[in-house]
Structures are given as C-alpha cells and as structure tokens.
DNA sequence: AGAGAATATACCCGCAAAGGAATTTTCGAA
DNA sequence: TTCGAAAATTCCTTTGCGGGTATATTCTCT
C-alpha cells in the first residue's frame, strides 16, 4: 500500500472534494464554489489528488474537468481485504500471543 | 469517513505498524525493535493509531499489548463500497457532463 | 522499600504542508 | 491580436507533525 494515496485522501477538503466527485466530473470552478474553497486552494489539492492517482483531469475549452479514478479505490479495496484473513483466522487474539510469550520464555526469567 | 482514521495510516511508520500487527498482537518493544524505532516513537504512533481508533492496547504486566481493531477496517471497507456505486452507475462519465453542461447553457452564452 | 524493566510524556527543533494574495498561463471569442 | 474567462503556479507566512533526548510513570520481583 503507497502512503501517498493515504495522505493525498487524509486532507479534510481533499477527502470532501473526493466525496463531491462521487456524484460525477466536475470542473475546478464547481468544486471550488462547492465546497467554499478559493480556486487556488481548490487547484492545489486537485494536483495533490491528481498527483496522488486518486483522480485524473481532462481538458474541455476552458474547463478543466477532474473525475474519480476507478483504480485507486481498487488498490485500496484490494489492500483492505488482505486484512480479512487476520480477522479470519483470529490472528488477532491474545490469548495466542501470551501462551506464545510463554513457550519462548520457557524455563528462563527468573535467572537461572 | 473520518479523517482522522486516514491520517493516522497516512504516516509511513504507522502504517508499517499495522502491517506488521497483521501478524498479530505485538508489544511496544516488540514494535520498536522490529520496525527500527526509538521506543518514544513507537509509543507515539502507536498513541496516535489508537486515539484513532486503529489499535487498541491491553495491559500485561509491564507491557503493552497493542492489537489491530476489527472496526475501524470495517469503516473503511463500508466507506470504500460506497464508491462501487459510482463505478456501477458510470457516474463518471465525462461525456454525461458535457451534454449535462450544454442544456445548462441552453441557449445562453453568447450573450443575447 | 528499592532496583530495574517497559512504557508513556515533556520539551525542543526543523521541516513539510496548508492558507492567502498576487501573478502567470491557457484558451475561446470577438 | 486583443480581451476576458478559467485554472495553474509562485511567493510568503504560519502551524502542525515527526524525530531526538531526557524524564516521569508503572509494574514486577526480591
């Protein structure tokens, strides 16, 4: 997992920016006025985002119109399953973790 | 989606944490050591993972047992479907928007 | 109680990142 | 080719965050 995505997505505005872009391409004026944003501001975290792989611009006269990109998600995706298998195999229990603290420990501790 | 949640992966060491509690539950030294992190580090991170609600700790005797929390993945796997309905719905198409801006302007534009 | 571990906190420093304002670039239309 | 929009880039300032070191806290064992 790249923590640039993370990062890029971590920003208050970037993350509403991505929310807003769940309904559809917009252009940076739109997201700008949406979200209350300057359009330098607005401009600057689409570079990050854009930069970051989590969306993607097009040029149309004028306009330049910013979409989602389908694969950062599917990176995301793909890493948050590999976690399933921890909770899957209770990989996480203490238990575990103890009676393993204890076989390695063995006879030592108290010094012998 | 919280950011919170996202800032605290965002950060390249704390997010090697998580991967290596993939593995299952670790204590501080434990963290510190494999990782190659001052201790004061790895308590810091692992303070932020857990106000984030990422980890959790148990206390053992002098250690602290640091877990992953199922939850907080559940989150974000629950957030991250709710983007499979953009891609579904082909939400993003560019050429929607442009027909979308055209009947916006009607016949406006070139000022009458 | 005292010593020594494991861990958390506090304090300081340097830097990267975010906001603001101004300026530059790019493109379409007249 | 000039004008005016839309957007990007630049420069400046401030602040939050991460690393480093030292210190406090907590628990165990004797």
Redesign the pocket.
């Given at each position: 997992m790249k923590t640039t995505t993370l990062?890029a997505l971590a920003?208050p505005?970037r993350l509403q920016i991505v929310e807003l872009l769940r309904g559809g391409p917009l252009?940076?004026?739109?997201i700008?006025e949406r979200l209350g944003l300057?359009?330098?501001?607005?401009?600057?975290?689409?570079?990050?985002l854009s930069d970051a792989g989590v969306v993607e611009?097009h040029?149309v006269?004028?306009?330049?119109i910013y979409k989602l990109r389908h694969s950062a998600f599917q990176e995301l995706d793909a890493w948050l399953a590999s976690f399933r298998r921890v909770w899957e195999e209770k990989l996480d229990s203490l238990d575990d973790y103890l009676e393993e603290l204890q076989s390695k420990n063995g006879n030592r501790e108290?010094k012998p």
């Open positions: 990062r920003e505005n252009s940076v004026g739109e700008a300057r359009q330098p501001q607005a401009s600057k975290h689409l570079r990050i611009v040029a006269a004028n306009r330049r108290g």
